[in-house]
Each structure stands twice: as C-alpha cells, then as structure tokens.
C-alpha cells in the first residue's frame, strides 16, 4: 500500500513555483497510472485530488474506471464519481447523470448520498434545473422500487398513520387506496364561454395515493433535511411505508429546488424559448405536478405559488392549471392559489402574441391564430374574462402589423359555429 501511495501522491504533489503552463501536471497520465495501479489508487485519488485535479477530470476518470471488469474496481469507481458530486456546479449535466447512474448501479444507498451531494451544491448556485429534476427523479425511482431495490408489493386496501413533520407542525398523512375520483364540470356563463367549475365527488380531501389533511403552512419541509439521508427500515417493518413516503418528499423537495432554479433563469430566456408551446423544462414542471398531487393540497399549494414565478410559457401555464385545478376542489381558498396562475397564464399569452406581431408574415398567420385560440381557452377560464379577451383582441387589431388578411383569419377562427 505505501509503494501505492508513493506513486500516486507523486503524480498529486502541489507545482513547484518555477513550473509554467506548459508543465501542467497531465491528467491522463494520472488516470492510465490510477487505473493500472487498481482500486487502492482510485481510493487514494479520492482523498486527495482537490487541489490537484478539477472535478470534470476526476469524473472522467472514474467514468473510465467505471467500464472495467473488476467489480471492486467499479465500486471504487462509483465512490470517486461520488465524491465529485459536491462540486457538481463545475460538472456538466452529463458527467453529473453519468455520476449518479455509476452510484445507482452499486447500491441504493449509495445513490441517495449522490442524490443529497447534489441538492447541497445546489443551494449555492449553478447547478442546472435539469439536473435537479433529474436528481428528483432518481429519489422517485427510489419511491417506486420500495426499500432494499424491492419492488412494492400489491396489497388489499388498508389505511396506516404516517406523521410527517413540517416547520414545527404534526401533520397527519393517510396512506388510501384506491383514492375516490375528483369530477368537475364545465359551466356556461352568460357570455357564452366556458369556465372550470369544480365540483368534487367525496368531501373527503383524498388525491393520489394519499389523503391529506389541509395544512395552513404553505412553506413545507419535509421530516428528512437535504443534509442526512433517511433511516432505512427492514422491508417487512412498518416503517416501510414512511420511507417510501421520505423518498417521494425528498422528490419534491428537489424538484421544488429546480424550480427556484428555473425561476432565476427563466426570465433571462430570449422571447422565443419564453414563449414556447414546447419549452425544455415542459415535461419536468409537468412532471413535477403529478407528485406535487400524489402528496396532497398542501403541496400542490405550494407548487402552485412556485409555477407563477418559474414558468414563462402560456401554453404550459394552461396545461397545469387544467390538471391542478380539479385537485383543489373544496379546498379552501382554492381561487387563491389558482387564480394567479391563470392571470399569469393571460398575461403571458397577451405578452407572447404581441411579440409574435412584430414583423409577422404571412406564412406565420396560422401559427398566430393558433395562438389566439389557445388564448381564448385560457381567458374563458375566469368568468370575467370574456370582457378581457375582448379587449385584448381590440389591442391586436389596432396594432400596425395587423394586416387585413390575418384579422379576417383571426375573426373567422373566433366565430360561433353555424347553427
């Protein structure tokens, strides 16, 4: 071990002060000596390569070791990717999702760590969304595999007790299945437009796979802080439920991470991805949505005030708002979370069709009426809108880019059917 040590503390040593660029230590002799010295020299690597080596380098490197045949050789691999993640602001995403795979193929435990190294540089900066929702991802994978990498089990329908804390307050979670449907309809007013009246089918506040209890506290924090891992309980115990549920928590806290994340930078984004029907981060706020249901209204809430600032493209405004909505119903002060949404959601449309405007052609008509349409559908959801709508509409035809031909388009698309 100490001849070991010996020959890769010598490739590590800080530069003498008479060395220039041009003798940089080369990091490719460090990785082809590490890895024919073996799994001691990686684990000596670990220790010791801050300072020496960037991340991205040591990432590389154990990527490379990760492709071997010797599986404590690949152990050790995953434990060098391991130790990058801290620093995961200087990795790319994709030596971060090669990090967290290489983590994931040895243990579960081990990806969790990988997971929390993550989160934590995260909180400084620098990290990108996309990362952080696939982080979040990992932790929901971790849910859906159950405890030990075991498959959760189908079981008759039962109801258990899970308190889950959050800023000093005990709320109680029921574990139901199979949850009782949520209806709603649609209500015409007397403009004519249809707007979401929800209508719920049970006054029991059951959604997903849980029934929550309503919750005042609308800054949650989940039992588990982003700074330990969760216990991890034998698959036959109770406990085994309230860990699947700490690995869905850790899910949205990531995820809600992300969103704070996307929020900084979304408002940086030039008006074309702005106003994307297809932004990237589409299917991950989507996706995000569908957990923020599983764990309840409180939640969802949450999720909610978070969409307003994140969230720049009305057509993915429209989308959550649709699919929210109804996982409201009968809460109260439901308006006070889904209201703002839909204002932004108009907003956003009002802003993306005006800019659409300046120099249009007449090959971009389709699209704008398209726009207009899916508008129309988002000012109809509040039963005032029919009124601003209007008016927005009175705005686009007085503008100068608005040619005769596209307002006819425009007109005939808005126009009732025949009877």
């Not at 891992?229 to 698959?235: G, I, V």
């Not at 405004?317 to 909505?325: N, V």
Request: net charge neutral; with cysteine; aromatic share 8%.
């Amino acid at each position: 071990m100490a001849s070991i040590s010996v020959a890769i503390s010598s490739l590590c040593l800080p530069l003498p002060s008479y060395m220039g660029e041009a003798d940089v230590l080369d990091t490719v002799g460090v990785a082809g000596q590490a890895m024919e010295i073996g799994t001691a020299a990686l684990h000596f690597l670990m220790e010791t390569w801050e300072g020496h080596l960037t991340p991205p380098e040591v990432a590389s490197l154990a990527d490379r070791a990760s492709r071997g045949r010797d599986p404590s050789l690949v152990r050790a691999a995953a434990d060098l990717a391991l130790s990058c993640l801290p620093h995961a602001q200087a990795l790319n995403p994709n030596e971060i999702q090669r990090a967290l795979i290489q983590c994931k193929e040895q243990s579960g435990e081990l990806l969790e760590r990988a997971c929390l190294a993550v989160e934590a540089a995260a909180k400084g900066g620098g990290v990108y969304p996309e990362v952080l929702f696939e982080v979040a991802k990992k932790w929901y994978e971790l849910y859906n595999e159950g405890v030990s990498g075991e498959e959760p089990v189908p079981r008759p329908p039962v109801t258990t007790e899970a308190p889950i804390m959050m800023e000093n307050v005990i709320t109680t979670v029921q574990i139901a299945c199979p949850p009782p449907p949520v209806s709603y309809t649609l209500a015409y007013p007397a403009f004519g437009g249809p707007y979401l009246a929800y209508v719920p089918a049970t006054t029991a506040y059951q959604y997903g796979t849980l029934a929550y209890y309503p919750s005042t506290h609308h800054h949650l924090r989940p039992l588990y802080p982003p700074s330990t891992s969760p216990p991890r309980p034998s698959p036959h115990s109770p406990g085994v439920n309230q860990q699947r549920i700490s690995y869905l928590l850790a899910a949205y806290r990531v995820g809600m991470l992300a969103m704070d994340t996307l929020a900084r930078r979304v408002h940086d984004d030039r008006p074309q991805a702005k106003y994307s029907r297809n932004p990237p981060y589409g299917e991950d706020v989507k996706w995000l949505l569908a957990i923020a249901k599983k764990l309840g209204p409180s939640y969802l809430q949450d999720f909610c005030i978070c969409t307003v600032n994140s969230v720049a493209s009305p057509f993915i405004l429209h989308e959550l708002i649709l699919d929210a909505a109804p996982y409201l119903a009968g809460q109260p002060m439901r308006s006070h979370y889904v209201t703002p949404l839909i204002q932004k959601c108009q907003q956003m449309f009002i802003a993306c069709a005006h800019f659409k405007m300046y120099h249009i052609t007449a090959g971009e008509y389709d699209e704008f009426v398209n726009i207009i349409r899916a508008a129309r559908s988002a000012f109809q959801l509040t039963p005032g809108g029919h009124v601003q709508f209007n008016e927005f509409l009175q705005s686009i035809r007085r503008s100068k880019s608005c040619k005769k031909d596209l307002w006819q388009r425009i007109a005939n698309t808005l126009a009732p059917p025949p009877i």
